[in-house]
């Protein structure tokens, strides 16, 4: 097919398609596009005035949901994590304010980590509005390590609750929030999330399909930072934004989140080589409407951690 050649014909109601005149020298395909079951009445300013609740995921459950936190300390052969139960206390504060069930799981194998999510899909959710899972872990670009230092790709997770793996959570939002590093080692000095000599790995998307949304303390590649007192700046910017602007949709929560710590936060190792550095969040969305977690902040986090480690 001559791409130059390929007409687009949309077909109003009521209409009869014609097929346009071909040209002499080149097959010309004609893609005909199917009437819209209802078209977009826009105000002035934007706003969709034809789809009311069709444009937001539903949030009239009896519960909000689930909110399971995968959080690894101790690991075999590498180094511990510390300042990570302070990220599990302000996720703690933070989904259980927005009244979400919370389960904490600590110090899982690659193959815990599965199982956990393998075990949340066997549940019913039926009464719940959406899911969320945090992982505070080391890592690796696509990977998250298990305490046995072996690694789980990301989209493994996800794919725990697909539609067909998790019937009850169909048509509704799944979030996943990952604190590791996507990056290798930056300095033999600093303690770091991130392993090196990785062996080559199957990588899975981070989104197997619709309705899921994965957020990244970091870009591919690069590393994440954790304080050893306070916790990751990723993890309190996410909690301070979702308490502070509750009543904004998640992906306008998420670009604050971004805003927060590329702005306020800048590292402090006492190395030249990694002081001063910066982190930028990332966000990989497949959500396919707009999700609202409305919610009364019950308390200011407002302090930015310092960073004396690499994730």
């Known amino acids: 097919m001559c791409l130059a050649h390929l007409h687009v014909v949309a077909v109003l109601p009521g209409d009869s398609p014609v097929k346009p005149r071909s040209p002499r020298t080149c097959w010309c395909a004609t893609l005909f596009l199917l009437p819209l079951k209802r078209f977009l009445l826009c105000s002035a300013n934007g706003t969709d005035h034809s789809q009311g609740s069709d444009m937001q995921y539903s949030t009239n459950h009896t519960h909000v949901g689930k909110c399971v936190v ?15 139960e302070e990220d599990e206390k302000v996720l703690r504060d933070t989904f259980e304010g927005l009244g979400f069930t ?45 305490t046995d230092g072996k690694a789980v790709p990301v989209g493994k997770l996800s794919a725990t609750l697909t539609a067909r793996r998790c ?16 990056g290798q080692e930056y300095d033999c000095g600093v303690q770091t999330d991130s392993v090196v000599e990785r062996e080559p790995c199957v990588t899975f998307c981070e989104a197997p399909e619709e309705d899921f949304l994965c957020g990244y303390s970091t870009p591919p590649g690069y590393f994440s930072w954790r304080n050893q007192a306070t916790g990751s700046v990723y993890i309190r910017g996410l909690c301070l934004m979702l308490e502070q602007h509750s009543s904004l949709e998640m992906t306008r929560i998420l670009t604050r989140v971004n805003q927060w710590v590329a702005l306020n936060f800048e590292s402090q190792t006492g190395h030249q080589s990694s002081s001063g550095k910066k982190q930028m969040p990332c966000v990989v969305s497949r959500l396919t409407k707009e999700l609202y977690l409305r919610h009364r902040p019950r308390f200011e986090r407002g302090s930015v951690p310092t960073s004396n480690n690499l994730e």
């Open 167 to 182: 019937p009850s959570l169909w048509g509704k939002p799944k979030l996943f929030f990952v604190q590791a590093c996507r």
């Open 102 to 146: 919370l389960q904490v799981e600590r110090n899982l194998t690659a193959r815990d980590m599965l199982r956990v999510l393998e075990s949340v899909s066997r549940e019913d959710h039926s009464e719940r509005s959406c899911f969320v899972c945090v992982v505070l872990s080391h890592g690796d670009e696509g990977h998250i390590l298990g």
């Open 70 to 84: 995968m959080n690894n300390q101790c690991f075999s052969g590498l180094l511990e994590r510390h300042g990570t």
